[in-house]
């Protein structure tokens, strides 16, 4: 199985901004998959936030988050980014990360692998 480690939540005012990163842990890379951000609020379903291919030339972001996120790589490091900027109180979730083959079909969630504990956003006055 694979297991990633999230970071980088907080609590923070609408408008404001966080870098969420995606780490692997055991040793294992990250560098041979696709990376997928997905969030699941309070009384909701997840749902995938955002993608990105194996060496950057795809992506993906839910219309709710389209020219406010961005997602990232350095495979040197072996980590993936996510920033959030203008965040709104509906961003509000808890946030994960999970390795796939591509970022087709990200409906189907974890093609391999479990989920985190994910990080917590939390976007308040």
């Known amino acids: 199985q694979v297991q990633l480690v999230e970071s980088g939540g907080g609590v923070v005012q609408p408008g404001g901004s966080l870098r969420l990163s995606c780490a692997a842990s055991?040793?294992?890379?990250?560098?041979?998959?696709?990376v997928a951000w997905f969030r699941q609020a309070p009384g909701k379903e997840r749902e995938a936030v955002s993608c990105?291919?194996?060496?950057?030339?795809?992506?993906y972001y839910a219309d709710s988050v389209k020219g406010r996120f961005a997602i990232s790589r350095e495979n040197t490091k072996n980590m993936v980014y996510l920033q959030m900027n203008s965040l709104k109180p509906e961003d509000t979730a808890v946030y994960y990360c999970?390795?796939?083959?591509?970022?087709?079909?990200?409906?189907?969630?974890?093609?391999?692998?479990?989920w985190g504990q994910g990080t917590q956003v939390t976007v308040s006055l």
């Open positions: 999970i390795a796939r083959w591509t970022c087709d079909s990200l409906g189907h969630g974890a093609e391999f692998g479990s």
């Open positions: 055991e040793g294992f890379t990250l560098n041979p998959f696709a």
């Open positions: 990105i291919g194996t060496s950057d030339t795809t992506t």
